[in-house]
């Protein structure tokens, strides 16, 4: 293999200056020939403490596998993870954004150490995905993600499909007297029957597919489910073509351009996915160093029908999208009708249109999951980026099957989201009310923390057609109600949103895309006089450190 040229390895093993270097890679196995093959990092975000990452040793195990087949040395390591769904609800969901950058910071950090040649990632969660596509991109090795696939849907007690969705709307269900302790319990132990990430289109299947459309997965790595023969072997195969990318120096910033994240995002509204791809997909680009601005979220969204009946909006799960086809069946048919750009170079070494040469369109058979381009769910716009005197920088609103896409109403204000949970749980939330949570920013939180908790109580007592929510925090993938988040300027920083008070008139508009708070112009410059910086909730540790570093979730919420 002649690669020297781009083994950055050799920094660290070459010549006899480095046989020190040499001597500790032997001793955790390193032979005479190995010091002559390119050395992969392994990153594997191994974890018992989600079903998502839970798998993801074996995964990395074959990953190893196909690295040593294809001629290369790998080489294992760790990177924390953080539930979402275990963190939602209390304050261990403010580390879940934070552990985006750790995630990034971590990959970065070993990979640049060891002057790898290339880096294999493994990730299951919501951050793990984003975390790692950043490292990738700012080390610029020769890399491939693989997702750890999405978990099976449980049998609910009507014999259903359930998922990690169903029992937070099951607790507002409960709440609401719709059901009983013993049908609660029965949905919260059905909810999650495997390894895996959650099954509908939530965030984890959302970056997930973004990613694969964007080129830096292999075909099929966003459908193939976790507990599957697919997938591991998917991930043998990652390992063989991440030794391929280094022989033929394909980078992580040679895959990410305008033209992949258009497709990336593209496919990620024709999916009807998280609104955190918003976030996400900004952070990634920034690192990559392509330009790109909320008002090209706003340009793709604009011509880009939803076609994937997925919940939460929808019906089905990941795993029925698998059953009828998969991701490439989808990207398939919206590259036959013109949504994407096929001559987007991937880590197979050939192009997206060059991978789907062979695949069979999601059409060529009878199938419910995905409809028809000419017939879709929503013929545009599923994500709107509302502006307004209450987010001049903007914010971001997820509307797919909202029957609802107007609201003006009084406002609620919470500062927090347990003030906003207690005022639920006692049934203090009427139908017609704008209810608002802020301090929940980057730096607010710090964090911007997800609240789902708070999205399924209102869906499970019957209001999620019939309030508006707007917050400067996030929501989750399995969100949904005309609900409004990452509104920026953050109320923490002095953003319009600190100025809001109880009874306020407020109107979310997302069919004129704007976001606004009715009071005069006087009371308006009355309360910004009033208006007094707080101290930021933490004075030491990562979240300290986040906070002083973020910048506004407009930018994507990067500390970098």
């Not at 020190?20 to 050395?39: H, Q, S």
């Not at 918003?278 to 330009?291: D, N, Q, S, W, Y």
């Amino acid at each position: 293999m002649s690669q020297n040229a781009t083994r950055t390895s050799l920094i660290t093993t070459g010549g006899t200056g480095r046989a020190p270097n040499r001597a500790m890679l032997r001793a955790v196995g390193f032979t005479d020939e190995d010091f002559e093959k390119p050395i992969v990092g392994v990153a594997s975000l191994f974890s018992d403490i989600t079903p998502c990452n839970a798998h993801l040793d074996r995964l990395a195990a074959k990953g190893r596998e196909g690295i040593r087949a294809a001629g290369g040395v790998p080489q294992l390591f760790g990177a924390p993870t953080v539930s979402d769904g275990i963190s939602m609800g209390h304050r261990g969901m403010r580390y879940s954004l934070v552990s985006r950058e750790v995630i990034a910071d971590s990959l970065e950090t070993v990979c640049g150490a060891m002057n790898h040649d290339g880096l294999l990632a493994f990730g299951g969660c919501d951050k793990n995905m984003p975390g790692c596509i950043m490292a990738m991109a700012r080390l610029n090795i020769p890399s491939v993600f693989v997702y750890g696939g999405s978990i099976l849907p449980g049998v609910g007690p009507q014999g259903d499909d359930v998922d990690i969705v169903s029992i937070f709307e099951a607790v507002g269900q409960y709440q609401a007297n719709v059901i009983d302790a013993n049908t609660l319990h029965q949905v919260e132990c059905a909810s999650c029957p495997s390894h895996g990430s959650c099954g509908g289109m939530y965030t984890a299947n959302t970056m997930a597919s973004a990613i694969e459309a964007m080129g830096l997965s292999l075909p099929y790595g966003a459908s193939n489910p976790a507990v599957s023969a697919a997938k591991d072997r998917e991930a043998y195969l990652a390992g063989q073509a991440v030794v391929r990318c280094i022989a033929k120096n394909i980078r992580p910033r040679d895959i990410i351009t305008r033209q992949s994240l258009e497709n990336a995002y593209t496919f990620v509204l024709a999916l009807g996915g998280s609104t955190n791809a918003v976030l996400h997909l900004m952070a990634i680009a920034r690192e990559a160093g392509v330009p790109w601005t909320l008002d090209d979220f706003d340009r793709i969204s604009s011509k880009t029908p939803h076609i994937a009946d997925l919940k939460p909006g929808g019906r089905f799960v990941m795993y029925d999208l698998y059953r009828v086809g998969g991701t490439p069946a989808v990207l398939k048919a919206l590259l036959e009708k013109g949504f994407l750009h096929g001559d987007c170079l991937t880590v197979t070494g050939k192009t997206l249109a060059e991978n789907l040469a062979e695949v069979t369109s999601v059409y060529a058979k009878p199938q419910n999951v995905v409809h028809p381009l000419e017939k879709p769910l929503f013929e545009h716009g599923i994500h709107v980026i509302l502006k307004g005197n209450l987010a001049p920088e903007g914010a971001v609103a997820k509307v797919a099957g909202l029957k609802q896409r107007r609201l003006t109403g009084p406002a609620k204000v919470f500062d927090g989201e347990e003030a906003c949970f207690e005022a639920i749980q006692a049934r203090q939330i009427v139908a017609g009310d704008v209810v608002v949570i802020r301090g929940e920013g980057p730096v607010g939180g710090p964090g911007m923390r997800e609240m789902l908790s708070i999205t399924g109580a209102l869906m499970g007592q019957g209001l999620g057609e019939s309030v508006g929510l707007i917050t400067d925090g996030r929501f989750s993938g399995g969100t949904h109600g005309l609900v409004v988040g990452h509104v920026a300027p953050e109320a923490w920083t002095g953003g319009p949103i600190a100025l809001v008070q109880n009874g306020d008139s407020i109107t979310i508009d997302a069919d004129q895309k704007v976001l606004t708070l009715h009071i005069s112009d006087d009371e308006w410059q009355a309360r910004k006089a009033r208006w007094k910086a707080p101290a930021l909730r933490v004075e030491r540790g990562v979240l300290a450190k986040y906070a002083k570093l973020v910048k506004s979730a407009s930018e994507g919420a990067v500390t970098g």
